[in-house]
T-cell receptor, first 113, second 114 residues
Framework: DSGVTQTPKHLITATGQRVTLRCSPRSGDLSVYWYQQSLDQGLQFLIQYYNGEERAKGNILERFSAQQFPDLHSELNLSSLELGDSALYFC????????????FGQGTRLTVV | AQTVTQSQPEMSVQEAETVTLSCTYDTSENNYYLFWYKQPPSRQMILVIRQEAYKQQNATENRFSVNFQKAAKSFSLKISDSQLGDTAMYFCAFMRHNNNDMRFGAGTRLTVKP
């Protein structure tokens, strides 16, 4: 167990809908990272928050947004969902700003039908 | 743009044998990190080993070691004394120093056979 908790584990929703994925980092970790793993695109870094502020941005679509709350948990919001958004979404956390040793959660499997 | 290439989609090895997974990357940067991650059937990503580009010495973690060839932009992973629990997808990843946009290769599926 990495100490990073993601909920829900599975999510099935329809096209056009909006969902929120939640991540609780390991105790003491200030950075949260979001990744998408899909058959088409492989593993992609989406976005990082450090102590409540956005720190780095990867291939995140405009329909997607994230935030980190004062208690350091993070949420990834996915809207206007398309079939191609079906993927495994990972959250990871680390103590430092730089992602040299992040611990991953078990992911949320999103299926868009 | 940085790209990471893993040319072996699948590999297999007998238990207790040694296997090497290949990874090449393309960058014009001088300061960066390279990683190998393991994703077992449980799907959780686990950091196996990390190499900092400015360090000439190859990183080692127990049975896992890397062969880092900076000029050739090559970063292979050697697994010694393979165990059944090593069966997993292995991803090579690149990250520029002070930039957390980590780039992953397509992965190599490793099967350890008894």
């Amino acid at each position: 167990d990495s100490g990073v908790t993601q909920t829900p584990k599975h999510l099935i929703t329809a096209t056009g809908q909006r969902v929120t994925l939640r991540c609780s980092p390991r105790s003491g970790d200030l950075s949260v990272y979001w990744y998408q793993q899909s058959l088409d695109q492989g593993l992609q870094f989406l976005i990082q928050y450090y102590n409540g502020e956005e720190r780095a941005k990867g291939n995140i679509l405009e329909r997607f947004s994230a935030q980190q709350f004062p208690d350091l948990h993070s949420e990834l919001n996915l809207s206007s969902l398309e079939l191609g958004d079906s993927a495994l979404y990972f959250c990871a956390s680390s103590v430092m700003r730089e992602n040299t040793e992040a611990f991953f959660g078990q992911g949320t499997r999103l299926t868009v039908v | 743009a940085q790209t990471v290439t893993q040319s072996q989609p699948e590999m297999s090895v007998q238990e207790a044998e040694t296997v090497t997974l290949s990874c090449t990357y393309d960058t014009s940067e001088n300061n960066y990190y390279l990683f190998w991650y393991k994703q077992p059937p449980s799907r959780q990503m686990i950091l196996v080993i990390r190499q900092e580009a400015y360090k000439q010495q190859n990183a080692t973690e127990n049975r896992f070691s890397v062969n880092f060839q900076k000029a050739a932009k090559s970063f292979s992973l050697k697994i010694s004394d393979s165990q059944l629990g090593d069966t997993a997808m292995y991803f090579c990843a690149f990250m520029r120093h002070n930039n957390n946009d980590m780039r992953f290769g397509a992965g190599t599926r490793l099967t350890v056979k008894p």
